[in-house]
């Protein structure tokens, strides 16, 4: 594939068409607002960290296409974990379940043979290192400073507060902490990714910009 620098909108990054084209026929939940939101901190942290993206929710990679755009863009990759198997919504019998990512031999789902499929036809299977497993193992292992931490993956408080606790402190120091599906209101979803919203603020981290449900967040300067 063809890869056409990012355009820029006054001074807000936007990927290249490819790359929203990728992003939209990707199995996957994020609207493109939100998408383009995280796209632009995850130009910002690159830009100014050098380090690695990393994302906690791959599912069937949508999300992972722009990190690795912008991880690519920056001479740097974008990490993203997960277990594969689903997270709680996505399990039979729930709103978000895809009979199609089921595993027919093990009966369980299966979303890592999509995420490679998504990867390859971007172009962008090169930017990416995936880390298959749960996240908190992946945390306790890694020893690396990243410039951005995404927090997507299970929607429990449970996962969500293990996500945040696992990760931060691996943060840069000038890195971004990125959480979705963050909805104030019950009505709108699942209040655990809101609570680690409010954690985040109450522990020295500042809003930068809010997209639909999703939330940018730099440490306060000490």
């Known amino acids: 594939m063809a890869h056409h620098p990012r355009q820029t909108t006054g001074t807000v990054p936007r990927p290249a068409p490819e790359v929203v084209a990728s992003f939209e026929a990707a199995t996957g939940f994020m609207p493109l607002d939100e998408g383009l939101a995280l796209y632009a901190a995850a130009v910002d942290a690159a830009a100014r960290t050098g380090l690695p993206l990393l994302e906690i929710g791959t599912y069937c990679g949508r999300s992972a296409i722009l990190l690795a755009a912008a991880a690519r863009d ?3 990759v974008a990490l993203t974990v997960d277990h594969h198997r689903g997270s709680e919504e996505q399990q039979p019998g729930w709103e978000y379940h895809d009979a199609s990512l089921v595993d027919p031999e093990v009966g369980r789902m299966d979303t890592l043979p999509r995420f490679r499929r998504t990867l390859h036809a971007a172009g962008l299977e090169d930017h990416v290192i995936a880390l298959v497993g749960r996240s908190p193992q992946v945390a306790a292992v890694w020893g690396a400073p990243v410039g951005l931490v995404f927090i997507d993956g299970g929607h429990t408080d449970e996962h969500a507060t293990a996500d945040y ?3 931060v402190p691996h943060l840069a120091g000038d890195g971004l902490l990125v959480v979705h599906d963050v909805f104030p209101d019950p009505a709108d979803g699942g209040q655990a990714p809101y609570r680690v919203y409010r954690r985040a603020l109450a522990e020295g ?3 930068v910009s809010v997209t639909g449900s999703l939330r ?3 440490r ?3």
């Open 205 to 207: 981290f500042a809003e």
């Open 74 to 76: 920056a001479g740097t």
């Open 220 to 222: 306060r300067a000490r």
């Open 216 to 218: 940018v967040l730099r």
């Open 165 to 167: 606790e696992g990760w």
